[in-house]
T-cell receptor, first 114, second 109 residues
Framework: ETGVTQTPRHLVMGMTNKKSLKCEQH?????MYWYKQSAKKPLELMFV???????ENNSVPSRFSPECPNSSHLFLHLHTLQPEDSALYLCASSQDGTLSYEQYFGPGTRLTVT | DAKTTQPPSMDCAEGRAANLPCNHSTISGNEYVYWYRQIHSQGPQYIIH???NNETNEMASLIITEDRKSSTLILPHATLRDTAVYYCIARNTGNQFYFGTGTSLTVIP
């Protein structure tokens, strides 16, 4: 247990569906992250929130929409996804997004887009 | 951030020490070396990090060469549960982590 939980663990959705991924951290951290890991590819950083403010968006398509209502919760809203968006989506948190603190990862949501 | 180079795969006998090398020849003076591992289909797990000095914790030891151009992660007594992909990352303060493709370590019974 890393103190970072993600729900659901598995999700299958059609290309016209709208769904949301949820992440919660119980570590008192101030920074949260979304990563995407496609099959046999390195982790790709998608979004960074530091003290609830989005500080990075790595050219992610608008069909992915993050939301960070407080420092403990992070959502990734999904709509009109493509089959190539099927991947493992990982949430992470760290003490602070700007300093050299280690990140703690959740177990991930395995997303399949049909 | 400095680019790191790791062998794509390694084997280690159970109970023996696993020594995972990482080359970061272009590392700058303020870049830390981090190690993470990822067991199949799980989130990456932080192992250890260091700047100049060797570091040890309950999971592993990190040996950084004096010129800081390479490092070695040591798992002193590898178990089957240590089978995972190990990532070596050189990261500057304020920058994000780039995980690369790592080393796939297989611990053999």
């Amino acid at each position: 247990e890393t103190g970072v939980t993600q729900t659901p663990r598995h999700l299958v959705m059609g290309m016209t569906n709208k769904k949301s991924l949820k992440c919660e951290q119980h570590l008192g951290h101030n920074a949260m992250y979304w990563y995407k890991q496609s099959a046999k590819k390195p982790l790709e950083l998608m979004f960074v929130y530091n003290f609830k403010e989005q500080t990075e968006n790595n050219s992610v398509p608008s069909r992915f929409s993050p939301e960070c209502p407080n420092s403990s919760h992070l959502f990734l809203h999904l709509h009109t996804l493509q089959p190539e968006d099927s991947a493992l989506y990982l949430c992470a948190s760290s003490q602070d997004g700007t300093l050299s603190y280690e990140q703690y990862f959740g177990p991930g949501t395995r997303l399949t887009v049909t | 951030d400095a680019k790191t180079t790791q062998p794509p795969s390694m084997d280690c006998a159970e109970g023996r020490a696993a020594n995972l090398p990482c080359n970061h020849s272009t590392i700058s003076g303020n870049e830390y070396v981090y190690w993470y591992r990822q067991i199949h289909s799980q989130g990456p797990q932080y192992i250890i990090h260091g700047l100049k000095n060797n570091e040890t914790n309950e999971m592993a030891s990190l040996i950084i060469t004096e010129d800081r151009k390479s490092s070695t992660l040591i798992l002193p007594h590898a178990t089957l549960r240590d089978t995972a992909v190990y990532y070596c990352i050189a990261r500057n303060t304020g920058n994000q982590f780039y995980f690369g493709t790592g080393t796939s370590l297989t611990v053999i019974p």
